[in-house]
């Protein structure tokens, strides 16, 4: 079966996720960003998701773990939860 590690920042709105993209882009750290600015719990881990599998994560955010490009940041992606930013560093 499929599997990748990601991470993500979650906030709450899109302009907060552009400007937080905005200093990835400028080489900010992504774990400090996402500890200091994400409201998801995941936050005090700097937005490791861990090990994903098809279907554990909205269908929003699963397409972008297993859809795009590894290593990018994607978004800000919307989902109930909020607008993230969303980092695939392995998958299989």
């Known amino acids: 079966m499929a599997k990748a590690m990601a991470r993500h ?8 996720a552009a ?3 905005q ?3 400028k080489g900010e750290d992504f ?6 600015h994400s409201i998801c ?12 599998r098809p279907g554990q994560m909205v269908r929003a955010i ?7 490009p590894l290593r990018d940041i994607h978004g800000p992606v919307k989902t109930q939860f909020g607008y993230h930013l ?7």
């Open 41 to 52: 719990p995941s936050a005090k881990r700097g937005g490791d998701l861990g090990e994903v």
């Open 19 to 21: 400007q937080l993209k």
């Open 9 to 16: 920042i979650l906030v709450r709105t899109e302009a907060e």
């Open 62 to 68: 699963d397409q972008v773990i297993f859809r795009k």
């Open 86 to 92: 969303v980092q695939t560093f392995y998958r299989d």
């Open 31 to 36: 774990a400090s960003l996402a500890r200091k």
């Open 23 to 25: 200093r990835l882009a």
